[in-house]
């Protein structure tokens, strides 16, 4: 019991939080960044895989919680679901700007790419690997479909403009894709 209720206690904070800095209480939004930043920070780095951007996403978040705060309304969703909504997105936006790949240092052999096509990602799998195997079994237009949108990060309509086809087809396509996939690898 004690567990539910420090952390019905923690929300109410975020929202209090939220709510103050609506209001432009610099102190709400340090107590909100310094409660909730090390967790946002694991979140943005899954998305991101590289620390400095991570740390950018976050940063961005709180900008914008400052600057929307006070559109925030407690009755449409938690306050931390707020938070880590905005993160998503801007963490999500700048893992899609094309203007960060000029600025990347060093390449990571487990990341494709953007010059790199789906079919020379899937050659870098081992040869004797489950996922290479199943792979292989799809029709080459699905296995590049995706490829595309799980090693290069493509999303539904990047995907059907990049492949010409329309929308619809494409979730068909990696949908069952995707179902092939998992009873392959069962």
């Known amino acids: 019991m ?20 609506g209001s432009g209480d610099r102190a709400a939004l340090r107590a909100l960044y310094d409660s909730e930043a090390p967790r946002m920070l694991g979140v943005a780095l899954r998305i991101l895989r590289r620390r400095a951007l991570a740390e950018e ?8 919680v400052w600057q929307c705060a006070g559109g925030f309304d407690p009755a449409r969703g938690s306050g931390r679901a707020f938070l880590y909504a905005i993160l998503r997105n801007r963490a999500l936006n ?30 870098r799998l081992s040869e004797a690997g489950a996922l290479r195997r199943c792979l292989d079994r799809l029709d080459p237009h699905r296995r590049s479909a995706i490829v595309l949108a799980y090693a290069h990060g493509l999303s539904h309509g990047e995907l059907a403009g990049r492949l010409g086809l329309p929308l619809g087809t494409v979730k068909s396509w990696l949908r069952r894709s995707l179902l092939a996939l998992r009873e392959c690898l069962s």
């Open 94 to 123: 700048i893992l899609r700007s094309e203007a960060r790949t000029d600025l990347t240092g060093a390449v990571d052999e487990d990341v494709p790419s953007e010059e790199e096509g789906p079919e020379q990602v899937v050659a």
């Open 2 to 21: 004690r567990g539910v209720a420090e952390a019905t206690q923690a929300a109410l904070s975020v929202n209090e939080a939220l709510r103050r800095s």
């Open 57 to 64: 996403a976050v940063h961005d978040t709180f900008v914008q």
